[in-house]
């Protein structure tokens, strides 16, 4: 009869190949994972709103972030957070300048109208310029919430300090569990400023799979922005290999980690999806090997 080897009696090499098999197995799911997220009730609810957000220009997407850097997050006017998603800005709080076109319709000439079809488009719009509006970003407003497909992880994790110590020592940039980010970011890695944060008071497995996807992102993408993908390929490859990290660690992310990868997968394209999960495979290696390592009692 073959019995199965405890994890302790495992010789190094045995504990590395599980960890590697399980890491396997876990992105061998997630496509199946994505694909159940998409054909789901919540998924068509989140479309749903995201479709109520305004699509802002380069100048204006540049102008929010010079005003709330590496903040904001959803934004909208305060008209529209109060109509579309039942919620108010804040007492206080200050409104992000943007570019409004002003835009005024005129009739068409004869010569005009008579290459139309209808008549509904005898009118045509001319923008007269620009004037200074203002829109609110999400962490600024209450009310009801908005939709969410990704769940937040809230299993404790085994020997949690312990991790993290292990995350902390094999990553290129220190590791913070600060105060102060916005509510929708549970972390972020800079190259610029040369750190990596994870919010504070999250649970446990949470700010672990948080840590481990900042530190996919300064392993995958420490280099200029020119050479780096789009940041929706870049959150595709972080979180899939915090997903398949995770699960050679014993946590499963899969309520939070598909419903994250689907958002961000959106259009892209089977060619682009295989091309980044083999950049996934080979990242979650490295980084497992290097967390092993430094765990071996």
């Known amino acids: 009869m073959k019995t199965t080897k405890s994890y302790k009696d495992m010789t190094r090499e045995e504990r590395k190949a599980a960890a590697q098999a399980k890491a396997q197995a876990a992105l061998d799911r997630l496509g199946d994972g994505i694909r159940s997220v998409w054909d789901s009730e ?3 609810r989140w479309l749903d709103t995201l479709a109520k957000f305004h699509d802002y220009s380069l100048n204006n997407t540049m102008l929010i972030a010079m005003q709330m ?4 997050t959803r934004v909208a006017s305060y008209r529209s957070w109060k109509r579309d998603f039942n919620r108010h800005v804040k007492r ?28 509904e488009n005898t009118e045509r719009k001319r923008l007269l310029g620009f004037k200074v ?13 908005l939709p969410e497909i990704a769940e937040q992880v809230s299993a404790d994790v085994s020997d949690f300090d312990s991790l993290m110590d292990a995350i902390k020592a094999v990553s290129a940039y220190p590791v913070e569990v600060v105060d102060g980010l916005p509510p929708e970011t549970n972390g972020l890695f800079s190259r610029r400023l040369g750190y990596i944060a994870v919010r504070k008071g999250m649970p446990e497995g949470q700010t672990v799979k948080t840590a481990l996807h900042e530190l996919a992102h300064s392993v995958m993408h420490d280099a200029d922005a020119e050479r780096l993908p789009d940041r929706a390929m870049r959150e ?10 995770s699960a050679a660690l014993g946590l499963d992310t899969s309520g939070y ?11 892209k394209t089977e060619e682009e999806m295989r091309a980044c999960m083999r950049a996934v495979r080979d990242a979650a290696k490295r980084i497992l090997d290097r967390l092993q390592l430094v765990m071996e009692p």
């Open 236 to 245: 595709v490859q972080a979180e899939s290999v915090a997903y398949a990290m």
């Open 92 to 119: 206080g709080e200050r409104g992000i300048e943007v570019l409004v076109p002003m835009v005024v319709k005129s009739k068409l000439g004869n010569d005009e109208q008579a290459t139309q079809d209808d008549e």
């Open 69 to 72: 850097p590496g903040a904001a």
């Open 42 to 44: 919540a998924w068509r």
């Open 133 to 145: 509006g203002h829109v609110f970003d999400v962490s600024q407003t209450e009310g009801e919430p």
């Open 257 to 267: 980690s598909f419903g994250y990868v689907a958002s961000w997968a959106v259009g």
